[in-house]
């Protein structure tokens, strides 16, 4: 069982940065590949970046690749993503989730998910 809690969101300028931060609750998190989702208003849920149990490997998103940035540091038991050049289309409420198994590249559904966040709210202004 691991409980995630998602810090950092906030309102931010069109063109701005942001770094949201996830918590683990425990060490075991270290053998589970995490990612970020992001759900607005009126749509489902989308997969927004992801990363290998050990940091090596990262996925992304088309709609957010070379905006942002997922990392880990496995010795806190955080994940971050960090987002640049934000547009108005990034506003919406953002998941940290984890999957056990360390693979990246297979935690892109919500059906992939063992564990979810409560979510952190984003809102990009024009």
């Known amino acids: 069982q691991v409980q995630l809690v998602e810090s950092g969101g906030g309102l931010v300028q069109a063109g701005g940065s942001l770094r949201l931060s996830c918590a683990a609750s425990t060490r075991a998190a270290t053998f589970y590949a995490m990612a970020w989702f992001r759900q607005a208003p009126g749509k489902e849920r989308e997969f927004v970046a992801a990363?290998?149990?050990?940091?090596?490997?990262?996925y992304y998103a088309d709609s957010v690749k070379g905006r942002c940035s997922i990392s880990r540091d496995n010795a806190k038991n955080l994940v971050y993503l960090e987002m640049r050049n934000l547009k108005p289309e990034d506003t919406a409420v953002y998941y940290c989730?984890?999957?056990?198994?360390?693979?990246?590249?297979?935690?892109?559904?919500?059906?992939?998910?063992?564990?979810w966040g409560q979510g952190t709210q984003v809102t990009v202004s024009e």
């Open positions: 989730a984890a999957r056990r198994g360390s693979t990246a590249v297979t935690i892109t559904h919500t059906q992939d998910i063992d564990y």
């Open positions: 990363i290998s149990g050990s940091g090596g490997s990262t």
